[in-house]
């Protein structure tokens, strides 16, 4: 099937609560291009370069996600125009986020991410540091980000119990959080090949690549 018609079929099984996230990280402009004449609008990459020469070349009303592993140093090359960034893991990075976002008088959008996989090859915070990153005196200094929920990446295995616990798990702390934090909206769970299964788990946000654009290289 086409671009078009796999991403027509993956929106119609989405409910409406559920936000879409084209991965596009290595795919060509043609075929982001196939891709936002259906209507599509949200595409994540992860690595910042490709990001910022897809920004210089493409329409301007794409939102663009930041999905992959940051590196501290690279934040400033995108601060103008990233909208959400998926994958913080440190509350240095946080701040870094937050002086770049300040340069350019925006709000930067930033979901924490939660450790949930058993690899060693994941990233992630401890759930115990997400909780002392958001209560702590430090983050309420940071005016120009905006913390809107988790990221996480289950464990890459077959086990689809070993997957569901991972995810029921960051839903619950997920809902906990949001008691006290309003701006929680986005729990970002699931891509091509978990995606159901993350939002019978909670997800609110699925990050869906070769699904969409077909395997990669």
């Known amino acids: 099937m086409s671009i078009s018609e796999n991403l027509k079929k993956i929106k119609q099984s989405l409910p409406a609560k559920v936000e879409l996230v084209a991965v596009s990280k290595t795919k060509p402009n043609s075929a982001i291009l196939e891709a936002y004449s259906t209507g599509q609008r949200i595409f994540g990459e992860n690595r910042i370069q490709e990001m910022v020469d897809k ?6 009303d794409i939102e663009w996600h930041m999905i992959g592993h940051l590196q501290r140093n690279k934040v400033k090359y995108m601060a103008h125009f990233v909208n959400l960034i998926h994958g913080v893991d440190s509350l240095k990075t946080l701040q870094e986020i937050n002086k ?16 949930i996989a058993e690899e060693d090859t ?3 915070l ?6 002392e990153i958001l209560s702590s005196k ?6 120009n980000i905006s913390i809107t929920g988790l990221m996480g990446m289950a464990t890459f295995t077959d086990n689809t119990e070993q997957v569901k616990g991972e995810f029921t798990k960051i839903n619950t702390l997920f809902k906990k959080l949001k008691t006290d934090n309003k701006e929680f909206t986005t729990l970002s769970i699931g891509m ?6 993350a939002i019978e788990c909670g ?6 690549g070769s699904a969409i654009f077909g395997t990669r290289n």
């Open 55 to 60: 920004y210089d070349a493409l329409p301007k």
């Open 100 to 115: 770049q976002a300040k340069k350019h008088n925006r709000v930067i959008h930033c979901l924490l991410q939660a450790r």
């Open 122 to 124: 994941k990233f992630g």
């Open 126 to 131: 401890p759930f115990t540091e997400i909780e």
């Open 138 to 143: 430090e983050l309420e200094a940071l005016e």
């Open 192 to 197: 091509s090949g978990d995606y159901k299964l």
């Open 203 to 208: 997800s609110t946000m699925v990050r869906v």
